[in-house]
């Protein structure tokens, strides 16, 4: 018997059976993740627990907005970083140079330290914020800025990620901006959705911190406390709700059996009903209860403290924030000087290797960009010093340097090692302090010749 052909497939037929077949593979695989998860004993805890997975910009900013340990979370940084604020200067000679003059017009003028600072606080939000630079050019904010000698500033307006949107980014490989955003779209009136601008870079002071592998998008500060934050929200909330549930005891009410009995007893409950309303919610303190016993019902009412502890705890931990200088001035008081350094060190660190690269020498590099202040030979960024010693700090440096001299001067050493030497290498002064002490001590001129023989010595 001849063997019979295999009938070729259409198109048509071979796009069914690849979509069928596509259809049936999709429906196994779902059966299979729906039984595994069935199966499998562990939790999502993210779903158990009721948090927000993937935070919106909304998402952080209403948290930022209404949860006060959140704001404390976004500021706490910003806020130590800038009580301070920088010099900024050209040279260090007495005499201002324009540079100078001019900048510290516009420090003057824009209060431009704080809108700074106003940048670092909402640009930590979200994932990054703008400071929109108003130009006396006249044209559209979508356009870009050019270079005029003496381009005034007009204002200084700060945005964080909530009204942003980036519209366009430079996608040539060869540009020096690529990766970076073109256009930005800003909702000028956070209450119209419709007031919204596009504004070109040239205008806008980027700025985003804790950034990662983008230099667009940061890592938002409550990012890494999120869930902390939202059980706190639990806590607090859930214990002023027990507590407001518990103020007022509840009342259990018992007809007497013996009324029952008689069988054609009734209650009239809608009058009982508002008795009870006028007693719990008006200024009557008395209420009818014939054959009816009442009986009170202890509240329960837990202490949150506990629990709100360890939540304050684990955001100062996941922050790298000492715990008393996390909650506040009040119990920061009580914060050992050990934490005081390292919480200081942190700040200067900060100062030095994120405010002044990322946002200080930005507004300098675009305001001479765009001719609002002549281009300085070199610039130079100097914070002042964070840590501040306290009295009683001051008093036992001041008695262990007075002791130290007094060691000196009793101990005959001088010819031994020079009083100059013994300022500069052992109480580490700086050599203006320490020939300021010699020249008031009447000992400048010996001091000055042991240096002289001191360096003939060393180069023989």
């Given at each position: 018997m001849a063997k019979q052909a295999k009938k070729k497939e259409t198109p048509e037929e071979k796009t069914f059976l690849q979509n069928t077949w596509g259809v049936i593979r999709n429906v196994v695989e779902s059966r299979s993740a729906l039984i595994k998860k069935m199966l499998d004993p562990r939790r999502d805890l993210e779903t158990e627990c009721g948090y927000i997975t993937d935070p919106s910009p909304s998402d952080y900013n209403d948290m930022y907005n209404h949860e006060g340990?959140?704001?404390?979370?976004?500021?706490?940084?910003?806020?130590?970083?800038?009580?301070?604020?920088p010099k900024v200067f050209e040279t260090k000679d007495e005499e201002e140079t324009q540079f100078e003059r001019e900048w510290n017009a516009l420090v003057k003028e824009f209060n431009l330290y704080a809108v700074m600072a106003r940048v670092d606080v909402l640009s930590g939000i979200g994932r990054y914020g703008i400071v929109l630079l108003g130009l006396d050019d006249g044209e559209?904010?979508?356009?870009?800025?050019?270079?005029?000698?003496?381009?005034?500033?007009?204002?200084?307006?700060?945005?964080?990620?909530?009204?942003?949107?980036?519209?366009?980014i430079e996608r040539n490989p060869s540009n020096p901006r690529y990766g970076r955003p073109i256009l930005y779209e800003v909702q000028l009136d956070a209450g119209n959705q419709r007031n919204k601008q596009v504004i070109h870079y040239s205008r806008v002071i980027h700025v985003a911190d804790n950034r990662r592998m983008s230099e667009i998008y940061g890592v938002p500060?409550?990012?890494?406390?999120?869930?902390?934050?939202?059980?706190?929200?639990?806590?607090?909330?859930g214990s002023a709700e027990m507590f407001?549930?518990?103020?007022?005891?509840?009342?259990?009410?018992?007809?007497?059996?013996?009324?029952?009995?008689?069988?054609?007893?009734?209650i009239d409950?809608?009058?009982?009903?508002?008795?009870?309303?006028?007693?719990?919610?008006?200024l009557q303190r008395w209420f009818l209860s014939e054959g009816?016993?009442?009986?009170?019902?202890?509240?329960?009412?837990?202490?949150?403290?506990?629990?709100?502890?360890?939540?304050y705890r684990a955001i100062a931990i996941a922050l790298g924030i000492p715990y008393r200088i996390f909650l506040g001035s009040e119990e920061g008081r009580l914060a050992g000087s050990q934490d005081e350094r390292a919480w200081?060190?942190?700040?200067?660190?900060?100062?030095?290797?994120?405010?002044?690269?990322?946002?200080?020498r930005p507004f300098i590099d675009r305001f001479v960009s765009l001719g609002i202040v002549p281009e300085p030979a070199e610039v130079e960024v100097e914070w002042p010093e964070t840590i501040e010693l306290t009295k009683k700090e001051i008093a036992e440096i001041a008695k262990i340097i007075t002791a130290a001299?007094?060691?000196?001067?009793?101990?005959?050493?001088?010819?031994?090692?020079?009083?100059?030497?013994?300022?500069?290498?052992?109480?580490?002064?700086?050599?203006?302090?320490?020939?300021?002490?010699?020249?008031?001590?009447?000992l400048q001129e010996e001091g000055l010749e042991y240096s002289e023989t001191s360096k003939e010595t060393e180069e023989d």
């Open positions: 340990v959140a704001a404390r979370v976004v500021r706490l940084l910003p806020e130590e970083s800038w009580h301070v604020v559209d904010l979508a356009k870009e800025a050019v270079y005029k000698k003496g381009r005034k500033l007009l204002y200084l307006r700060v945005f964080d990620e909530s009204v942003l949107s980036i519209k366009q500060r409550m990012r890494p406390v999120f869930n902390r934050l939202q059980d706190l929200r639990k806590i607090l909330g407001w549930q518990g103020a007022f005891p509840g009342f259990a009410f018992e007809i007497n059996p013996e009324v029952l009995k008689a069988g054609n007893a009734e409950k809608d009058s009982f009903k508002e008795e009870m309303q006028n007693y719990i919610n008006g009816v016993t009442l009986k009170t019902l202890a509240p329960v009412v837990a202490d949150p403290s506990s629990h709100l502890e360890q939540q200081g060190k942190r700040i200067t660190h900060r100062q030095n290797k994120y405010l002044t690269p990322s946002i200080v001299l007094k060691e000196y001067v009793t101990g005959g050493v001088e010819t031994v090692f020079p009083i100059e030497h013994f300022l500069t290498k052992v109480l580490n002064f700086d050599q203006e302090t320490a020939d300021a002490i010699l020249e008031a001590a009447g």
